[in-house]
């Protein structure tokens, strides 16, 4: 296993210029904040979209007196997180305050963990397609409280604050300067978002702000040491990450080309106009004066406790995607897809599952590409339609399981199944009920095909002679009207095979 | 009868229980007393209506048989516990108007063990001072008075100088208090009265107004040692809402009382500094170690070297602290707002005026010391001399069981003098910071008079968690001392 850090098995692309060749170097500080149904240190709880200030304790609001307790699963989410990202969990870490006045802010200050964190350094693996992948390098995992929201636009001369935010547990990750291209950002960003998911640590969802990154951007000529970086802050999707990259690349290479001098200062991104402006100068950062919390004495890990998240970690994305190759031959875009969330990853392995309950254990590789394709082309052409998501489903991994078994032991045809997959999406029964009660079985009687057969011969004796002498291509037109006689039910293989004879024996 | 503000806390005790008196009678005694003296300023909010309906709720209890460990004894708290429903202002005006919506841990527990609140009591303001000169709502004033110059007003020492003068003076039976740098030991030292800071953890910070949260204890004022140790009792306790609390069992420290000090190893230290005091107070250093030979104790050399630096190092990690506790007193959700047209000129109109100078002072010292390019000169070598200083005391306490020192380098001395320069007020902590900075427990027991008259008080330091030894050692001293109380000077009238 790679752990020493930044490997690809590419070259990334640079930004040629004249007489100049420019080279990208990224670095990302995600905040993510984690699932816990109360805050990381007052216990009042956490659900999005409640009545202002309804979520808010006396802590939150920094009351007189009010006191920190550490909330012990957040503490657990943490470390699942660095276990999910191969890191080092420090067995003591500390918690600092970061000072500084405003308010949404209640205390005056946000604790955080400065100088020791409680994750320290580790590595992700990530895919930009089959054949490109690069690692990266976490620095570390800090576990801090996310301040409450202002509201200034809701009265002419008055400020509104919100708390139900405040306190919230937040997990910095804070990556190392290892990405060389907005694509590989953007890659990482899903990446890691899709294992965060996974771990259950972070929702992951950028529109309510779960997920927002700081994007650390410079560029230097290749091989050149690193360049002045710029802070681009509070990114919330992966498309924006690509955008306020390359505007951030123009702008830097432009100044440096004309003989200026980056400037190292914190931005902001602007979605709709795509380009980056300059909220602060290193000058005027704040001096956050950070001393440790003398509230919160040193959090202190013992080993069982992180072995026995060790144990409670799910099959990440990665190992999955491997696996699904591996054992069941399905393709790299397939497995991708399918690893990619953890929903339909879980969808998808139950479907499997219910097969090889059937099956002894086995599921042949031809079957699971069959599911695939039904679950990946059917199933998701049909929740895109109506706007669902995967688990509103009426169809369930034993319909899906159940519909492949139908077209595989030729109870029904892949045509006739497509049928069945719209009567099962619309009333939830299950394909062999829905195939039953609207009598859609394949017919494999002989006796009942070769009837059709002559029925068809009988009426068509002019294209019969046609065929015969020779227009070959007529034989599509027997298949069909034979397939129209029987409602499309007759075994396909047993229709053509019967005509051949039927038609050459004539 | 004896008169009932004279009584000590175990003395009331025992005739409430044997029913000679009752709680609303001892309540109404020191409502009265308590209007008879406001002069001191001893009280900054008096809870009469509170205090009445509880002690007729604990004279039912007695009736019944139903009564808690202090049924029916009147307290007082310093106004630094937030009490639910009770004005808490931590004496500064940025709080003059705050109503706790919650009970503090250590007021909590003192409630449920039955006792009766008289009211709050003043203070420096968030327990910054040394001599309750920098409360919002005026000096309190020392009962005692110089022989000399009976009129003059003397501190009661500080900051929990309102507690310290209500206990000496008979306006309550015993009262809490909170020990920073010795803001217990030193106003008891001034009054006349037993103050006891337990180790650091001993007492839930739950609910009780930071000023440097590291160091801040809550702990009994006292009239006697045995009361100490009641109180204590009833005080301490592990508070899982206090991540600092300690999870220790809370002995019977009554217990300990009478108990011999025969074979007790005590260290003096021998150091240089720990003469920066007068005679008077070498004098009944002299004293404490003949009672204690005299008892039976063994007496040695201590060395705390590095306690020298304790005074300085105090000044910066308490002033770091208090600097970032004190940010949430910004005017946006409750406490003073001062009016500005944005929210930078409400910061600094609300600050501005809601704190006093001396707060004001802390503030600017704990930020400084805690910037960029000062943090490292200030803030971390303060913590290397606290852990050298946490090490002076470890190593001493493998030699010996308590440690005996003064408690302050003086008497009381007159309200307005030593203000001009603050640190000549700081040099009061000299004795008492050291502890602070090791976390550990000590207790302050009258132990002379000095030659104007006034009360000195002895020091007496355990290893942490044995406060135990501190009331067994403190009663041989108090006995040995027959130290003459405020009371028993007949001064009541």
């Not at chain 1, 503490?75 to 000072?99: C, M, P, Y």
């Not at chain 2, 009262?175 to 103050?195: F, K």
């Not at chain 2, 306790?237 to 025969?262: L, W, Y």
Request: charged residues 25%; aromatic residues 8%.
């Amino acid at each position: 296993m790679n752990t020493t850090g930044l490997k690809r098995n590419y070259t990334p692309d640079t930004y040629k210029r004249e007489h100049n060749e420019w080279e990208v170097v990224i670095g990302m500080e995600v905040h993510a904040q984690v699932v816990s149904q109360s805050k990381l240190f007052s216990g009042a709880r956490t659900v999005f979209g409640s009545e202002p200030n309804s979520q808010a304790s006396f802590i939150d609001a920094a009351f007189p007196g009010m006191l920190p307790v550490v909330n012990s699963f957040c503490v657990d989410q943490a470390i699942k997180t660095g276990l999910g990202l191969n890191a080092v969990i420090n067995l003591e870490s500390r918690f600092d305050r970061k000072n500084y006045f405003y308010p949404d802010l209640p205390a005056g200050y946000q604790i955080s963990q400065f100088y020791s964190p409680i994750v320290g350094p580790g590595w992700v693996n990530v895919h930009l397609d089959e054949l490109r992948t690069f690692s990266l390098r976490i620095n570390h995992i800090h576990l801090e409280q996310d301040a409450g929201k202002s509201f200034h636009d809701q009265h002419p001369d008055k400020s509104y604050i919100d708390l139900n935010r405040a306190g919230i547990a937040l997990m910095e990750i804070v990556t190392e300067p290892d990405m060389r291209s907005k694509e590989e950002a953007a890659a990482f960003l899903k990446t890691l978002r899709t294992i965060l998911r996974y771990l259950g640590t972070c929702d992951g969802n950028m529109e309510e702000g779960s997920l927002r990154a700081d994007v650390n951007i410079s560029v230097r000529q290749p091989g050149a040491t690193l360049g002045t970086r710029v802070e681009v802050k509070n990114i919330n999707s992966s498309r924006f990450t690509e955008q306020a990259i390359e505007f951030e690349v123009f702008r830097q290479i432009e100044i440096i080309e004309s003989g200026g001098r980056v400037d190292q200062e914190t931005r902001l991104f602007d979605s709709i106009s795509g380009k980056t402006r300059s909220m602060r100068s290193k000058e005027d950062a704040q001096d956050y004066r950070y001393m440790p919390d003398p509230d919160l004495p040193p959090l202190i890990l013992n080993l069982d406790r992180i072995e026995r998240i060790q144990n409670s970690l799910p099959e990440l994305p990665d190992m999955k995607l491997e696996r699904l190759q591996k054992d069941y031959g399905l393709p790299y875009h397939d497995a991708a897809l399918i690893a990619s969330d953890r929903e339909i990853a879980a969808y998808y392995e139950e479907c499997l599952n219910t097969e090889s309950k059937k099956h002894e254990g086995k599921v042949s590789g031809d079957k699971a590409k069959m599911i695939a394709n039904w679950f990946i082309g059917d199933l998701f052409a049909y929740l895109n339609k109506a706007n669902l998501e995967l688990k509103e489903s009426k169809i369930t991994p034993a319909h899906l399981s159940e519909l492949v078994n139908l077209i595989y032991n030729g109870t029904i045809s892949g045509k006739i199944a497509k049928e069945v997959f719209d009567l099962v999406w619309s009333s939830g029964e299950s394909p062999s009920k829905v195939v039953k009660n609207q009598g859609m079985q394949q017919i494999t009687d002989s006796s009942a095909i070769e009837a059709a057969i002559a029925k068809v011969i009988e009426q068509n004796q002019d294209k019969v002679q046609e065929y015969q002498s020779g227009k070959e291509k007529l034989f599509g037109f027997f298949v069909g009207q034979v397939m129209k006689e029987t409602d499309g039910k007759a075994n396909p293989q047993m229709v053509n095979e019967f005509l051949k004879n039927k038609l050459s024996a004539g | 009868m004896q008169n009932l503000p004279d009584l000590t806390l175990s003395e009331a005790r025992q005739l409430l229980t044997s029913k000679k008196i009752s709680a609303t009678e001892l309540t109404a005694e020191f409502l009265k007393r308590i209007e008879a003296k406001a002069s001191w300023n001893a009280f900054v909010t008096v809870t009469g209506d509170l205090a009445l309906a509880q002690a007729k709720d604990s004279d039912a209890r007695l009736a019944r048989g139903d009564a808690r460990p202090l049924e029916g004894l009147p307290i007082a708290h310093k106004d630094i516990f937030c009490t639910k429903g009770v004005r808490t202002t931590a004496c500064s005006l940025i709080l003059a108007n705050f109503i706790p919506p919650y009970e503090s841990g250590v007021t909590q527990r003192l409630k449920d063990n039955g006792t009766v609140m008289l009211g709050k009591t003043n203070m420096d303001e968030f327990a910054m001072g040394s001599a309750n000169v920098t409360s919002h709502f005026g000096p309190a004033v020392n009962p005692w008075k110089p022989k000399e110059n009976p009129t003059q007003n003397l501190v009661p020492g500080g900051s929990s100088g309102g507690s310290a003068a209500a206990v000496t003076g008979g306006l309550c039976l015993g009262a809490t208090g909170t020990d920073t740098g010795g803001s217990i030991r030193q106003p008891a030292a001034y009054t006349g009265i037993v103050g006891m800071k337990p180790t650091y953890g001993r007492c839930s910070r739950w609910g009780m107004i930071a000023f440097a949260s590291s160091l801040d204890q809550a702990g009994p004022l006292a009239k006697s040692v045995k009361d100490s140790a009641i109180l204590l009792k009833a005080m301490a306790g592990h508070d899982s809402r206090d991540s600092t609390s300690a999870d220790m069992h809370v002995p019977d420290f009554e217990q300990a009382i009478g108990q011999s000090v025969k074979g007790l190893k005590v260290g003096i230290p021998s150091d240089d500094w720990i003469n920066e005091c007068n005679d008077d107070i070498k004098t009944m250093t002299v004293n404490c170690i003949n009672w204690f030979k005299a008892a039976g104790a063994q007496i040695f050399d201590v060395q705390l070297s590095y306690a020298k630096h304790a005074l300085e190092a105090y000044y910066v990690i308490a002033s770091a602290e208090a600097s970032t506790n004190l940010s949430r007193y910004d005017g946006v959700r409750f406490g003073l707002r001062a009016e500005g047209r944005n929210i930078n000129d409400i910061y600094q109109n609300t600050r501005g005026e809601g704190f006093g100078a001396e707060v004001r002072r802390r503030i600017l010292v704990g930020t400084y010391v805690l910037s960029a390019g000062h943090m490292e000169a200030y803030y971390q070598r303060a913590r290397k001399i606290q852990s050298l200083i946490k090490q002076n005391f470890i190593d001493a306490f493998d030699k010996v069981n308590l440690i005996l020192m003064p408690t302050a380098p003086s008497g009381a001395f007159a309200i307005g003098e030593r203000q001009d320069d603050p640190v000549t007020m700081y040099l009061n902590d000299i004795f008492t910071v050291p502890v602070n900075m090791a976390g550990l427990p000590a207790i302050s027991v009258p132990a002379g008079i000095d030659r104007r008259g006034l009360p000195l008080g002895v020091q007496l330091i355990a290893p942490g968690f044995q406060e135990e030894v501190l009331f067994r050692a403190g009663h041989v001293i108090e006995s040995s001392s027959r130290f003459v109380s405020w009371h028993e000077k007949g001064a009541i009238s």
